[in-house]
Each structure stands twice: as structure tokens, then as C-alpha cells.
């Protein structure tokens, strides 16, 4: 969506004076499926008050405005119909109803709740969007948001500038609400991977091909910064085996005997899980013929390796370096 700060020709809302939004453009904005939309519009009334020719919506601030109110209405747990029938008395003088009811106070705690909202700042608005589609723990938009965003911007941007801003606010919201959020943590970063493998499914095995480990070190349960990895690195063609979290030192030994890669990523979150010992004993380690014995690059990925703990390691500080380093190891 383009920038709609850069002229005149917009209202305090970003909506543009003459034609509107598309539903599509309000869609992002408000973390919702366009199907969300067409279908509130549909069965509640809730479309433009303003109807231009043709088949197609246009969106103005006040028809914005009572969007946000049903996406806030429904996110406090309001049915839908409830949600609408407040949102349009909010704005329209509705003859069986002239003065608009009184949220319930059960509703009014959770619109407040999710009105809160998360600390964006001055985040893009596909990140807004997310945060709004998790906070409802709306699956169907959510989808839709993060494969709009991988697609438009690329796989590394829209890790970087979207995805991993939206949940680290997240993960603030959940460290100072009491654990109140922890649904939504969970719920965004599962929809993150299932997004991550549909956009880059597995490379196909090749007898003769480089082969990159990918592994979390033994008590380290994020795994999402590798996922993104391994799906940046299979969109460029690269066979990578992903072990996933917490894997054991025999099974990451064994793993790495059975499968002779040429580059070996540890990922650890925290110092606590950064084990330069482990790094250290899985570069020393060989297969092959005798005469042309391998052994595998290690790469110290995460902030846990920070300082000594990756001492004499290759340590790529971000996502473009590891990938890029990956790339390197795997061609020589």
C-alpha cells in the first residue's frame, strides 16, 4: 500500500478525499481477511455508506472508524451481530434505536484489554495489521497478512521489518500483562511457520549435494529464527536439514555422522544454552574416505553466542549474513 502521508490529498485517517479505500487496503490496515470485510459488509450492514459505480468498494474515515469499532467489539468476545449492531449505533441514527446501548461491562473490560493493544510505535502498518489478526486470534486473516507480506517484500524484509517486530511486541505485551497474552504468542508464532513452509517447501534431496544442519543446542526451545533461515535458504535452492528445538548432543552427533554436512548451525537464544564445548567437539568431527576425511563449518547463530561463547567460531551477526555465509560455505 503506498505511502499516504506524502501529499495533500488525504484526511488525518490517511484516507484518501476522493475515492476511499479498497477493501483490500482496509483489510491491512485492520488485520482482516478482505472475505471478513465483504462478509460483514454482507450480513450486518456494516459496508460504505457511500457507494461509488461499478462493483467495487470505497472506504471513507467514518466507515474505517466503525470497522475498527466491530474488530474491537469482537475482540473483546462481543458475536458478531451484537458487535455490529454497537458499532453501527455508534454512528448511525438507527430509528428503532436512537441512542446507542451501553457496552456490557464484561465487553467494555475486554475492549479495554484489547484496546490497550500492543506497542507498535511507529511500526508499518502491516505489522499493526498482524498484531490486530493475533490479538483476535483471527487464523484466517493472520494467514493471509503474513503471506501478503512475504510475498510483497521478500522473505528476509518481511522477517526483518514485519514479522519479527510484531512478535517480539508480543512478547512485551506477555511479559507485562502476567502471562495474560500467552495465547497470542503462541498462536502468532505458529501461524509464522506454518507461513514460513508454504512459502519455501523442501528442497529435494541430491546425493551429490552440499548439505546444511540446521539445530537449536541442547536446551533451547526457539526455533522460529531458524525456521526463517531454513526457509531463506530452500527458497535459494539449498538442501537443509532442520532438527529443530532442544536437540540432544548424541542425536546432534549422530545426525551430523549420518548426514556429512558441510555447515553445521547451533542456534542458542541465551548464554545459558550456548555451549562453545559442543560447538567445538561437532567441527572436530569426520566422515568420509580415509584420505579425504570432511569435516563441517560450524556457525555460532543467535544472540546467545555474544562474546567468549563463540570464541574461534564464525559467529554471522543477522539473518542476510548467515545466509550469505551458508551460501559461501556450502558452494566451496
Keep these: 500500500m503506498r505511502d499516504m502521508s506524502s501529499d495533500g490529498e488525504h484526511d488525518d485517517e490517511g484516507v484518501p478525499h476522493s475515492g476511499g479505500l479498497t477493501t483490500g487496503e482496509v483489510a491491512r490496515r485492520l488485520g482482516v481477511a478482505p472475505t471478513t470485510i465483504r462478509s460483514w459488509d454482507r450480513r450486518y450492514g456494516l459496508g ?3 457507494r461509488t459505480g461499478g462493483r467495487h468498494r470505497r472506504w471513507s474515515a467514518g466507515d474505517l472508524a466503525r470497522l475498527q469499532r466491530m474488530c474491537t467489539l469482537t475482540g473483546a468476545g462481543l458475536p458478531p451481530a451484537e458487535a455490529a449492531r454497537l458499532a453501527l449505533g455508534a454512528t448511525l441514527p438507527l430509528p428503532a434505536q ?6 456490557p461491562p464484561a465487553a467494555a473490560r475486554g475492549r479495554s484489554r484489547a484496546g490497550s493493544g500492543l506497542r507498535l510505535g511507529d511500526a508499518r502498518q502491516e505489522c499493526k495489521g498482524m498484531a490486530r489478526a493475533a490479538l483476535r486470534l483471527d487464523a484466517v486473516a493472520l494467514d493471509e497478512l503474513l503471506g501478503a507480506a512475504i510475498g510483497e517484500h521478500g522473505l528476509v524484509d518481511a522477517w526483518t521489518e ?3 517486530p510484531t512478535l517480539q511486541a508480543v512478547g512485551r505485551k506477555w511479559e507485562t500483562s502476567g502471562e495474560q497474552h500467552v495465547e497470542v504468542e503462541h498462536f502468532l508464532s505458529w501461524h509464522v511457520s506454518g ?11 541430491d546425493a551429490g549435494a552440499a548439505t546444511t544442519l540446521l539445530a537449536c543446542a541442547p536446551g533451547e526451545n526457539h526455533t522460529l529464527p531458524l525456521e526463517v533461515l531454513t526457509a531463506a535458504l530452500t527458497e535459494r535452492g539449498l538442501l537443509v536439514r532442520m532438527f529443530g528445538a532442544a536437540v540432544p548432543v548424541e542425536s546432534l552427533v549422530a545426525a551430523v555422522r549420518r548426514t556429512g554436512p558441510a555447515v553445521v548451525g547451533l542456534w542458542a537464544q541465551s548464554r545459558a544454552t550456548a555451549s562453545l564445548p559442543l560447538a567445538q567437539h561437532v567441527a572436530a568431527l569426520e566422515w568420509g574416505v580415509r584420505g579425504a576425511r570432511r ?10 553466542w555474544a562474546g567468549p561463547a563463540a570464541q574461534g567460531l564464525s559467529r554471522p551477526p543477522g539473518l542476510a549474513d548467515a545466509i550469505r555465509a551458508v551460501e559461501s560455505l556450502a558452494a566451496g
Design 162 to 164: 514485519l514479522i519479527m
Design 295 to 304: 569435516k563441517p563449518a560450524v556457525l555460532a547463530l543467535g544472540p546467545g
Design 195 to 205: 507461513a514460513l513452509r508454504r512459502h519455501a517447501p523442501p528442497v529435494p534431496a
Design 48 to 50: 460504505p455508506l457511500m
Design 98 to 103: 436512537p441512542e446507542a446501548p451501553a457496552l
